[in-house]
């Protein structure tokens, strides 16, 4: 069930998964996703795990707070916010469910909304697992074809989103597995029902052109911290995971050969186990 509570002076919409006695275990999303994109059975492998596992929307995704009067930030125009804000957000989502540090993960924007939540707010985070992230989006760029889908325009209706979500999945994909067509479309259909918001996925991503390189402050982190990074990568390639482990002094770095931008299916066991290995040290 779908909870909202207020958080940073903004709503928050969150579920959770597992009982709350367990290791909490904070799930943050990427650019333009939702909570849905954390999968209910990915969610519940992680609760089996002895954690109470919380996804939430950022803002400007989902049922949480949209910044409609921002509008669509002009190319070289300032940023409506930075990921300052959306860590903040995570840190504040923290306060309004009563706990005072949970382990956090996160994936592509994600990730460096999670690192980003390690620097400002050090004692709310127990553990930090970064995902297809990386410390900036300069330390390795994307490639053609994957920088074409990211930049290209939205579609106009329901089955235009679902077409370009087919597209866009083959193009940043896992080239080592076989894409599940029927849960890309029964994804995106929720998505889409649930929220379609293109100018507030162009705010986040101004958000993060925005917030700079982290590599310094990444430096001064003691926090446990996991890299998980897919060696066929197209849109945020294994430089980005390499960089942000070779940043935080005792990471630990596993790649994944032939997963892309995406979590497969065939890996969430090990993924799930790598995760749970650093929570229960």
């Keep these: 069930m779908t909870t909202r509570v207020t958080a940073n002076g ?9 009982s709350p006695a367990g290791r909490p275990l904070l799930l943050i999303m990427g650019l333009g996703a939702q909570l849905i994109h954390w999968d209910e059975e990915f969610c ?29 930030p002009a190319p070289e125009g300032p940023a409506p916010y ?24 996160g994936a ?40 074409s889908v990211l930049m290209s325009a939205p579609p106009a209706d329901r089955e235009g989103v679902l077409a370009s979500a087919l597209h866009t999945w083959s193009v940043i994909g896992s080239p080592g597995y076989e894409m599940d067509r029927e849960r890309v479309t029964r994804v995106a259909g929720l998505a889409y029902d649930r929220c379609f ?18 590599t310094e402050q990444l430096g001064r982190l003691t926090v446990p911290t996991l890299v998980l990074h897919g060696e066929a990568d197209p849109l945020i390639p294994l430089e980005g995971g390499r960089a942000t482990a070779a ?35």
Excluded: C
């Excluded at 957000?89 to 956090?104: F, K, R």
């Excluded at 709310?124 to 490639?143: E, G, K, N, Q, Y």
């Design 44 to 72: 519940q492998l992680l609760a089996e795990q002895g954690h109470h596992v919380i996804r939430f929307d950022n803002r400007d995704a989902g049922l949480s707070t949209h910044f409609h009067d921002a509008g669509v």
């Design 10 to 18: 903004i709503e928050i919409a969150y579920e959770s998964f597992g």
């Design 108 to 147: 592509s924007m994600g990730g460096m909304i999670a690192q980003t939540m390690a620097i400002r707010h050090p004692g709310r985070v127990l553990t930090l697992t970064s995902i297809m992230s990386t410390p900036s989006p300069h330390v390795a760029p994307p490639t053609e074809e994957a920088l």
């Design 247 to 281: 940043a935080i002094p005792g990471a630990r770095l596993v790649t994944y050969p032939g997963m892309g931008h995406d979590l497969p299916r065939p890996l969430w066991p090990d993924i799930v186990t790598e995760i749970t290995k650093l929570t229960s040290a």
């Design 82 to 105: 930075l990921l300052d804000d959306m860590a903040d957000d995570a840190a504040a989502l923290l306060d309004a469910l009563g706990l005072p540090a949970a382990h956090v993960a």
């Design 197 to 214: 918001d293109p100018p507030g996925t162009a705010r986040q991503l101004a958000a993060v052109m925005a917030s700079g390189n982290r």
